[in-house]
Nanobody, 129 residues
């Protein structure tokens, strides 16, 4: 059974850092584009970042550009989201998602919710003093 499990969330002070992990089970991430999304209370889920299956292409949306970094370690079957300079408005449930992209599609990544096929259950990040 294909599963994605997020971890690494928690409470952090403004200006602090966290690293989220997205671990896959039941499949290998090598052929999958992975995206990170978040949903704050009362708001719609928004795309933050994605990394292509090749690992050569990464994208970030404006709210996190310059502060968050996505990376993948296929040997560990895990994708990471390093979050620095966190702000109270970063408080949300964070989700990773996957879409199988091989061959000629290995350099495509789109941080768009409707484009993804598989989802984790999320991990909560709270930024507060």
């Amino acid at each position: 059974q294909l599963q994605l499990v997020e971890s690494g969330g928690g409470l952090v002070q403004p200006g602090g850092s966290l690293r989220l992990s997205c671990a896959a089970s039941g499949f290998t991430l090598d052929d999958y584009t992975i995206g990170w999304f978040r949903q704050a209370p009362g708001k719609e889920r928004e795309g933050l970042s994605c990394i292509s299956s090749s690992g050569r292409v990464t994208k970030y949306t404006d709210p996190v550009k310059g502060r968050f970094t996505i990376s993948r370690d296929n040997a560990k079957n895990t994708v990471y989201l390093q979050m620095n300079s966190l702000k109270p408005e970063d408080t949300a449930d964070y989700y990773c998602a996957a879409k199988r992209q091989r061959g000629i599609f290995q350099n495509i990544c789109i941080p768009l919710e409707s484009w993804m096929d598989y989802w984790g259950k999320g991990t909560l990040v709270t930024v507060s003093s």
